[in-house]
């Protein structure tokens, strides 16, 4: 009992150390990359960049550099508002006039990061009326479901509500929706300008648009594409009310769905990978700033107002294991353990590599280290097979781990 009661502390001092140490060594010695923001110029038809730092910089691609005030005025659909203030903003831009309602009109910005994919997901959702004839959204007394049905369940007695049950499955039923839904997204707050209900797929991979009008179901099938698939879908609230959602296939290609028509339009973005990659979409008058960010590029494409596609931008940087620190820590430790990682927002254990063999080196130099110590010792090397495995296996954990908590069962 003795023996196991070692060797199960033992396994735990290894488990910490692999996440303390990288943790420690990263705080001291990481260097992070500070990515450029990109933006297109509806004035010269090319890209401005930001660099953060000390100073920060404003230059074009080319690498010519400007002042603040002159790289806001390249901007003026991103910096409208401050040019408004200091009396330089245009007042036409490509025979336009610079109407400011417009500019607020078409102007949008959403986010995406991989852990709004990887997340703990709502089972419930409140339907809101579309067309209540109030000035602000409310919140309904129910939430609903959908399992084998679409079930409301009040959420005040935690009693079903059998006839808007009915209903509802009824309507979803007649439009060969298979039961139950995989995935259902919209916005479930009262923050927006107006409800337009959620976008639900069901077991067979079909897309539904289902909505509440005058306490009627609305339901709408898209139409897909052969094959297609959705992995995660952002619905949106737009002032321009041009498209429902962003919808992320499971080939990584992004999509919208117009309103109205239920068009699906697939941007022109090939670099983009859901599960380790963060997107910024940003739009205006003029244009669509598409930017993917991954750990070694920054991908910026450039859309018209029809979404084709007009101008790209990529800018590259080594990984952290190609870094000076990541080549160093790939010769001290062979892994780092994780209770979190950067593109889930899910606590679980997250075992990842050092991107690198270096680590065999010092491995086996340690397990030489031990076993001199054992012979220093006069131990029984026979009785320390099991040290010397780990040692070899887990490097400066093992090593730690079985000279803190020494096996003194075998002198």
Known sequence: MEKLSRFILVIVAILVLSMTLPTLYWMAFEK???????????????????????????????????????YEQKLPMWNFQQLMVSGKMPDTIKGKAMDMHDIGRNRSFERYKPEDMNCPKSQLFPLFESQSGRASLELPNDYFRITWRMEFIDAGTNKILEEKSQLFSAALYHFGFTFPATRIEGLPTTRKSCDEGYLIVDSADKLFHVKLIKGKPFVKKVNLPEGLKFKHIICVDFKDKRYYAYLFSEKNEIFILTQDEYELIKFPVTEFKAENCELKLYGDLFNYNVTVDSEDHTDVIILDKEYK??????????????????????YIFPAQLSMEDSNSKYIDFFWKGSGGMGWIILNLLLVALHFALLRRRKAVIKGHVIDLALVAVTGIYGFLAVNLFQNKFFK
Do not use: W
Not at 35 to 60: H, N, Q, W
Not at 310 to 329: C, D, H, M, W
């Open 32 to 70: 992070p990359i500070k990515k450029p923001f990109v933006m297109y110029s509806c004035i010269d038809d090319d890209f401005f960049i930001l660099r953060a730092g000390t100073p920060t910089t404003f230059e074009d691609k080319k690498g010519n550099k400007y002042t603040r005030d002159q």
């Open 309 to 330: 596609k007009v101008a790209s931008y990529q800018e590259s940087f080594p990984v952290l294991s190609e870094r000076t620190e990541g080549k160093i820590f790939s």
